[in-house]
């Protein structure tokens, strides 16, 4: 029961936030908004001029545009289905009953916490380099050609390093979503006579639909800026065949000094994100009514 | 009626499991046993699991590199700074949300949840021209700025599901008997939401810790933290793979003991409550 003292009190309270957070969106946007509208390089100053969609037209008709949006389909998707798939086969796996459980998970766990410049080179070096990587270590154990990952495979070993870091962020979601299953109506499911299989695909998975679909939203919006891992691996390359969309536009903008090109690509990419945010809203919208 | 399991079973899942889960774990295990390697060892085939002399100069060899402490600092400085300034910001606002709803609660909130969604790329030349222009590029200020409003709607969020959860009728009675505003911030609510204020504490500064977009390219030589730091060795000199080892142990030590701790915490807080 709110009286009108605590009412404006609540307003005083909640304006810090808000107008921080109204800022820091509306600001830098907007200036990226309008520098996208320019000709605008850093490198050569006070030329500065109104081009109205050219930097647009540039950008969402350059062949790197089509192989980053390419690369960042094909990275958002491969990460999204091997940490599915493997997060949901590692919760179901810890949900069972062994010896050490505890020390099992906070194994899996692990890789989320580590942060991703680490990761990456990591595996880089360590793992993958064709000289001196573990990986090529077993490749000429076993008589293989080792493998160079990142001038053969650039893309599907960024899609390895990221999927590491996440899976152990699926898996631990969907763990905890399989711990509120109702064992009641699993054992008068056994009772009916169903087996693992149909217990599986008629109550566990229907159970965890909503997890899923979280986890799927919430990497998505991550995955989408994947970074780091592709600056200190690739650097983008060869050519363009480890760019996506946000390395793209920080290439443009940071290496290239073209503040016009770079401001358009950031317009594309904030689009691109909504798309996603207006299906993940909608899913948290509806969970909080719940 | 409690299922019955048997050994055999229980024994083969013990068995998997752990064989599944120290893959998982390996890379980790792996840097920290060759941080304790020479750089000869530490690529030398066959590769030494156990079996070699240990040593801890890496440790030290990476300070000398560079200063790897002030590096280090930096880490701390930054993530518990801007969650110690976003946790101040949040709290009011959180507590308003939770126990003075308004018919506007719901979108305020959703509305804050949106601007975690901006690709940091979107405001990327801005920040960097306005933190030029201001100073404020490779500074430690400038990050604890900028990783507080990134993490700002978590850390409301957060908050509000906790506080959320703490019993309205409470303060309610509390009112009745006459308690004033001061007493019941005070003495009743910040007893209850403490527990709530420490997971976002440590998960914020978990993800602040591990930020490495804002953190790569709004640093140079001196507000670098880890993440930073730690790219430098992607254009390395000679061998370095132990010291890589080196750097990136004691770089992800703290984070992932933390971590350990506010695996709960984690599920909710990244799920903005939709699983708990």
């Not at chain 1, 493997?86 to 890789?111: K, Y």
């Not at chain 1, 080179?121 to 793992?127: C, D, H, R, S, T």
């Not at chain 2, 599901?161 to 007493?183: C, N, V």
């Amino acid at each position: 029961m709110a009286t009108m003292h605590s009412k404006k009190l609540g307003k005083y309270m909640l304006s810090p936030s808000v107008i921080l957070l109204l800022a820091w969106m509306v600001i830098p946007l907007s200036f990226t908004l309008y520098f996208s509208f320019l000709s605008y390089n850093l490198l050569m100053p006070g030329t500065e001029e109104f081009i109205g969609f050219t930097n647009y037209q540039y950008f969402l008709t350059d062949p790197a545009f089509f192989e980053a949006l390419k690369n960042t389909l094909l990275l958002v998707g491969g990460v999204l289905l091997i940490t599915i798939v493997g997060g949901t086969g590692f919760a179901l796996l810890l949900n069972l009953p062994f010896w050490g459980q505890g020390i099992v998970r906070v194994l899996v766990i692990a890789p989320f916490f580590v942060m991703p410049t680490v990761s990456a080179l990591v595996w880089k070096n360590m793992f993958m380099n064709p000289e001196n990587g573990l990986f090529a270590y077993f490749a000429k154990f076993l008589g293989f050609e080792p493998i160079d990952f990142f001038a053969q495979i650039p893309l599907l070993s960024i899609t390895i390093i990221v999927s590491w870091m996440w899976l152990p962020f699926a898996a631990l979601i969907i763990l905890t979503a399989l711990q509120s299953l109702d064992q009641e109506q699993l054992e008068a499911a056994e009772m009916d006579g169903a087996g693992h299989i149909q217990k599986f695909f008629y109550i566990t998975l229907p159970h965890l639909a909503r997890p899923i679909t979280v986890v799927i939203l919430i990497q998505t919006i991550f995955l989408l800026s994947i970074f780091a891992e592709i600056m200190v691996t690739t650097n983008g390359g060869p050519g363009y065949a480890s760019t996506n969309i946000t390395y793209l536009v920080y290439a443009q903008s940071l290496l290239q000094f073209d503040v016009g090109g770079g401001s358009a690509g950031g317009i594309v990419a904030v689009i691109l994100a909504n798309i996603v945010a207006i299906f993940l809203l909608r899913m948290i919208g509806k969970n909080l009514e719940a | 009626m409690a299922r019955e399991v048997t050994k055999k079973t229980k024994v083969i899942t013990t068995l998997i499991a752990w064989t599944l889960g120290l893959m998982i774990f390996f890379p980790i295990l792996w840097t920290v046993i060759t941080s304790f390697k020479t750089e000869a060892e530490a690529i030398a085939s066959p590769p030494s699991f156990f079996i070699f002399d240990w040593t801890f100069e890496n440790y030290f060899d990476v300070h000398e590199r560079s200063s790897y402490f002030l590096h280090f600092w930096n880490s701390v400085v930054i993530s518990v700074g801007s969650t110690l300034l976003g946790l101040l910001i949040a709290i009011p606002a959180a507590w308003s949300m939770a126990f003075v709803p308004s018919k506007n609660t719901k979108n305020l909130l959703m509305w804050m949840l949106s601007t975690k969604m901006l690709p940091p790329v979107g405001v990327l030349i801005p920040m960097y021209l306005i933190y030029k222009d201001t100073g404020l590029l490779d500074t430690q200020l400038g990050l604890i700025i900028i990783l507080t409003m990134i993490n700002l709607p978590i850390i409301v969020w957060m908050l509000y599901t906790y506080f959320k959860e703490i019993p309205t009728e409470i303060l309610e009675a509390a009112r009745m008997d006459g308690a004033s505003l001061k007493y019941e911030l005070f003495y009743i609510l910040t007893p209850m939401a403490l527990p709530g204020i420490a997971s976002t504490l440590l998960l914020n500064i978990i993800l602040s810790w591990n930020e490495a977009f804002w953190t790569l390219n709004l640093t140079a030589a001196n507000a670098a933290p880890l993440t930073a730091f730690i790219a430098s060795y992607s254009s390395p000199e000679g061998l370095f793979y132990a010291k890589l080892s080196a750097a990136s142990t004691m770089a992800i030590a703290p984070i992932l003991i933390m971590g350990w701790f506010s695996q709960k915490q984690l599920v909710r807080g990244l799920t903005f409550g939709a699983v708990k």
